[in-house]
């Protein structure tokens, strides 16, 4: 497809990990992205991996990269309350800043 | 260090009337992207632009719609005549020319 996709909704219980997908159109992207959207905020950028690798840890977040499939995901461990939010996914299909989102996922974090 | 700043943060407009939404990119940053949010929906790209340039307007509706960043001052999104229609949340970002885009809080349009 020529759309970036996600699944629209995720919810979880407080301290389970989160999984959140995507799928990306373009394979020449250099970078990939996830950004976070908090309620009647703007994004904020969470973290990036380059296309040359596969994996990406950063504290409780885990990027996974699977280049064949154009498959992203974003693993979030032990999530809390505070993780609830909207996070979509960007590829930047040109290499030149031009980027296109995913629908984004909403994720809720249950107590 | 300032971020992406846009301003209003809410306009509200009756139908037929115009919208202006503002934008000043960080300091330092060339480039500047407005993107759409509808209720419940995802983000859609709607132009790029560089001082006093157009880049890439794919995503603007071809009538009501104009935006500018001129050499100075900040980046304008234009709406003319705005209709219910164009209720949304619109969202400024900027950055130096590669890399990650910096998003503003965004301006909250309703259209009346």
């Known amino acids: 497809g020529e759309d970036v996709e996600q699944s629209l909704f995720l919810s979880v219980r407080e301290g389970d990990s989160s999984v959140i997908n995507c799928t990306y159109t373009d394979s020449s992207s250099t970078y990939l992205y996830w950004y976070k959207q908090e309620p009647g905020a703007g994004l904020q950028l969470l973290t990036y991996?380059?296309?040359?690798?596969d994996m990406k840890q950063d504290q409780r977040l885990t990027v996974l990269l699977n280049k064949k499939d154009k498959h992203l995901s974003l693993r979030i461990a032990d999530t809390q309350t505070g993780d609830s939010a909207i996070y979509f996914c960007a590829e930047d299909p040109y290499n030149n800043n031009d980027m296109r989102f995913g629908a984004g996922t909403r994720l809720t974090v249950k107590p | 260090n300032a971020g992406v700043m846009q301003n209003p943060r809410h306009l509200v407009r009756r139908r037929g009337q115009e919208a202006r939404l503002r934008c000043s990119p960080m300091?330092?940053?060339?480039?500047v992207y407005w993107y759409r949010q509808l209720p419940e929906e995802g983000l859609k790209f709607m132009v790029y632009l560089q001082k006093e340039n157009i880049i890439d307007e794919s995503g603007m509706p071809k009538e009501r719609f104009s935006a500018e960043f001129p050499k100075e001052g900040p980046s304008i999104l234009r709406i003319q005549q705005v209709v219910r229609g164009d209720s949304a949340a619109y969202f400024c970002?900027?950055?130096?020319?590669?890399?990650?885009?910096?998003f503003g809080s965004g301006t909250q349009l309703s259209v009346l």
């Open positions: 970002a900027s950055s130096p020319g590669t890399g990650a885009l910096f």
């Open positions: 300091k330092g940053h060339s480039h």
């Open positions: 991996i380059f296309s040359n690798m």
